[in-house]
């Protein structure tokens, strides 16, 4: 674990400019540096870098940061990653925090296993091009699937010797351990004590994790060797550096392509991934025969929110397309569904074409997954149970999409092509919901509030429930959190007190037991509370190089316009406007002007919580009376607020 010394002096030391000018081209604009954005494709400069604030920012995507955020980006790192990769650039020592004696032990044999691997890798690509049997025989094999020496370097892919004793015996004279051939997998001992090869005569397939690892292998029989043969790929087995189920074939290779391309293609095998890339797709990865996993999903959460899964038409890929779905859904993913034509898997179909025609098929024949389902489920199907059933497969499956909107087009587009009644479904499914809510959370079952009959209440992350006042409250802080609002002022008790921006509104807020949702919002408030007495302390610098990530991301997208960009002078709190007010006192009139809009949000929220609070307890004359009664309030202190924001509208 970095220490925090160490991570302040990185980012001290990351010049903007110096780090995305690795990656950019970049022409002097004024104050500023412009150049092509490298996320997105465009003839016209859009990405603007600016030294002062230490900031980078696209006008065209939106994507940007400082000089951390911009490598995680851009080369896919995590941020343990990206300070590692800023050290090396200006040649500051990590200086990790002290482990324990556990942990150091731990940690050694990790880096042991993971050296052994980078070691067994250099062997099985040595012999595949320098061994004259490997020559005629495994590459041979790769030659027989298409693979140019380019895709084959790519891949590192390799061979084995058919010697189950040549493998050890060349690691132990290098002074390897008989310890950890045996934890990764690469070795296993027989009933004689001997470490025997566990990929011997077999081609290899290396698997490289996400930060460039080699984390395990994978094996696989020669053709003349497979027949009758029932494990035709051995695989490495779990270890403290490789779970299966874990892992993607292939996004070492693909991480960056997917998230310039935002979209995933999700493949079954080893070689349906390299023909993909060879073929020129290179967003592609591949789960390799295991069942979908949460933590796989999440890897590539990471880098898009939309897959298509891409399998071959035969009743294997229908499984292996529909065992996925739901938890893809769950996790919030975008899905869509291509099953390639009889006879061909995404290997074979790469061959055959090239990538823009392979991608044009791929746009003209992948399907929503509830077009997937009705065709699979539904198509020549009379049976009434049968139906019956299959629509309540679906309408699960809709009930597990994240998005309020899209699930609700869902719904709507799932009545016209059965001709079932739309509310019909609605009711399937917000029992579904229900369902998974109390298995999920213990809560009784109940109805769930709805703002439509379309639109069925759901959880929703902090992030989804910020609104657009909150959003400026918080561009508020971050612009001028730090600033005095009130100066030496006679508090109700007669005290003298003076209040920054950000202290006037979080007493506001808690007056009025009121609270942002975004919980990232809440942290951003708090901490500029917290520093506001400090001398010299600057919102902006703060939370661009904050340590945790996203809220540097909100700072930087906050903190960016198209007129700071192109160097706007910064506001002297003494100069008066044009009609003689004072800045200071206009960032008054801003500031309770948005409170107000805050309140207003919160008061407009309760009305609309207790009408539906009505419409769900009509049988109950008592709660109905005691509601309305609320509602007659709240909606009295809702004009009152009308009242007094019309009055002091800023323009």
Known sequence: MIDKATVERIKDAANIVDVVSEFVTLRKS??????????HEEKTPSFYVSPARGTCHCFGCGKGGNAVSFIMEHEQMTYPEALRWLARKYNIEIKERELTDEEKKEESERESMFIINEWALK???????????????????????????????????????????ALASAATAKGYKEEFLIKTGICYKNDHGELIDRYAGRVIFPWIGISGKVIGFGGRLLDSRTKGVNQKYVNSPDSEIYHKERELYGIYQAKRAIAKEDRVFMVEGYTDVISMHQCGIENVVANSGTALSVHQIHILHRFTSNITLLYDGDAAGIHAAM???????????????????????????SRKHTASDFRKYIEEHQ????????????????DPLKRSEAINSIVRSISLVQDQVLRDTYIHDCSLRMGLKEMTLINTMN?????????????????????????????????????????MLIEMVLRHGAEMLYDNIEAENGETVSLTVA??????????????????YKQILEETVEHSSENDFNTEQYFINHENIEISRIATDFGIDQYQMLGEKKEDPDETTEDGENKTERLRSQVEHLLNDFRMDYLDQRLNDIQNEIKSSASDIEKTMKLMAEYKEVHELRSKLAKLLGSNIIA
């Open 323 to 349: 065992r996925g779905t739901d938890m893809l859904l769950t996790e919030g993913m975008n899905l869509k569904v291509l099953l390639l034509p009889d006879g061909d898997d995404p290997d074979s179909f």
């Open 30 to 39: 004024g104050a500023n540096y412009k150049g092509l954005c490298p996320f």
């Open 367 to 382: 399907t929503d997954f509830i077009q997937f389902k009705t065709d699979l489920l539904l198509k020549n199907e009379h």
């Open 431 to 471: 029992k579904f919901i229900r369902d998974g809510r109390e298995r999920n959370t213990g809560e009784p079952q109940g109805e769930i509030k709805i703002r439509s009959q379309q639109q069925i209440g759901q959880e929703v992350t902090p992030m989804q429930q910020a609104t657009k006042v909150e959003r």
């Open 123 to 165: 062997y099985f690509q040595g012999i595949l091009k320098e061994n004259p049997e490997s020559v005629t025989i495994g590459m041979q094999y790769f030659r027989n699937r298409g693979f140019r020496d380019d895709v084959i370097q790519k891949f590192q892919l390799g061979y084995d010797l058919p010697n189950r004793l």
């Open 503 to 520: 202290q006037y509104i979080d007493y506001n807020l808690k007056t009025d037991g009121l609270e942002l949702k975004n919980i990232l």
